[in-house]
Every structure is written in C-alpha cells, then in structure tokens.
T-cell receptor, first 113, second 112 residues
Framework: AQSVTQLGSHVSVSEGALVLLRCNYS??????LFWYVQYPNQGLQLLLK??????LVKGINGFEAEFKKSETSFHLTKPSAHMSDAAEYFC???????????FGKGTRLSVIA | DTAVSQTPKYLVTQMGNDKSIKCEQN?????MYWYKQDSKKFLKIMFS???????INETVPNRFSPKSPDKAHLNLHINSLELGDSAVYFC???????????FGPGTRLTVL
C-alpha cells in the first residue's frame, strides 16, 4: 500500500525567500503524485500533479515540484515566497486507479514579512 | 457555478443526536469522497464511492453512513453523535482515483 511522509509539520520562511516543502512516498508501482493547498477556512485545491512524462511539474502561483524516482520524493518549491502563500500544503499519492489518494499529514507554511 | 457544494456550512448539535450533511457536485464526476479533518489539520478519508462501489475506511465507526441518491450527490449521515466527531468534514469528487479531486468548502461540525 502506498504512503506519504511530509517532513516538517510547520515551515516558516521570510517573504521573498525560497520555499521548500518536502514529500516522500512509498509505492509499489509508478505513482500519481499531487500537491494540494488549503487556505484558511477553505477546502483543498490542486496546486500541481505528476502522472507521467516530464518529471518537473509546474503548478499555479509559481509553484513547481520534481518527481525523483530514485529518491521517492516529490518536493514542492517556489523561488520567492509571498505573504499570500501562507497556507496548509498536502502531498498525496495514488498508485493505481483502484484505490483512493493517500494524503500526507500536511505542512503549514508561514511567511514572515 | 459552485463545482462541489456542501450544506450546511456550520452544524452545532448535542451529543446523541443524528445529523446529515449534504454534498452535491455538478462536474459529472464518477467518484465522490468524504473526508474528516481534525483540529491538527490531519485529513482522513472516510468513504469513497465510485460507480456504486463503496470503499469504507475500516477505522470509521458504523455510526457514519454515506448515502448516494444519484451520481451527483453523496450525503453523510451520522447517528448518535459523540464529542469526538467534532471536526470539519469535506466532500470531494473526481473522475477517477488518479484524477484531480475537487473539494467542497467544508462543514464545521461541533458536538456539545
């Protein structure tokens, strides 16, 4: 069965600094990988996803993530943090069309002015 | 147009009561879900419903039951509410399990 580990329940960065949120997964087959963002008092929305093909995936709001099979990782990055990026971020994995997504425990991103 | 909607947005009730939360999606998706998010933001899948196949998370008490009158709706019924049921409940939908999930705005349930 697949699983997801997000390192760091809380990450704090200065405005304009690099954002790096870590996600490692386990899957017995090529995975489908997702990052979702949850702004305060809202539901989750998709940031980006990897299915097949190019391993560097670009998403909304300047975020991107790279699928590294050898490291079983799918870390999320953004070159320059903005105050509006403050939110909860969830990594998720599915290893087949027969089972639902498995979500990580989430990482809260704080952006300091 | 709202893609995934839930009602009510807030629900405050007493222990022991029975309540329902409604969910509707207008995306034509085949798969719908219910999630529970606790105060630490942990997101736990409770049910997924795909082409009339129900997958239940084995840790969910049988006081919780999903009901799908049609493909666009998946309602959540909760019997004999307990204090520990207080949480935010999210409905979501997708084409299939490997496709993007679209989430509703959530229902904040408070059991007193």
């Amino acid at each position: 069965a697949q699983s997801v580990t997000q390192l760091g329940s809380h990450v704090s960065v200065s405005e304009g600094a690099l954002v790096l949120l870590r996600c490692n997964y386990s899957s017995s087959v090529p995975p489908y990988l997702f990052w979702y963002v949850q702004y305060p008092n809202q539901g989750l929305q998709l940031l980006l996803k990897y299915t097949t093909g190019a391993t560097l995936v670009k998403g909304i709001n300047g975020f991107e993530a790279e699928f590294k099979k050898s490291e079983t990782s799918f870390h999320l990055t953004k070159p320059s943090a903005h105050m509006s990026d403050a939110a909860e971020y969830f990594c998720a994995v599915s290893d087949s069309g027969n089972t639902p997504l498995v979500f990580g425990k989430g990482t809260r991103l704080s952006v300091i002015a | 147009d709202t893609a995934v909607s839930q009602t009510p947005k807030y629900l405050v009730t007493q222990m022991g009561n029975d309540k329902s939360i409604k969910c509707e999606q207008n995306l034509g998706h085949d798969t719908m879900y219910w999630y529970k998010q606790d105060s630490k933001k942990f997101l736990k899948i409770m049910f997924s419903y795909n082409n009339k196949e129900l997958i239940i998370n084995e840790t969910v008490p049988n006081r919780f039951s999903p009901k799908s009158p049609d493909k666009a709706h998946l309602n959540l019924h909760i019997n004999s509410l307990e204090l520990g049921d207080s949480a935010v409940y999210f409905c979501a939908s997708s084409l299939g399990y490997t496709d993007t999930q679209y989430f509703g705005p959530g229902t904040r349930l408070t059991v007193l």
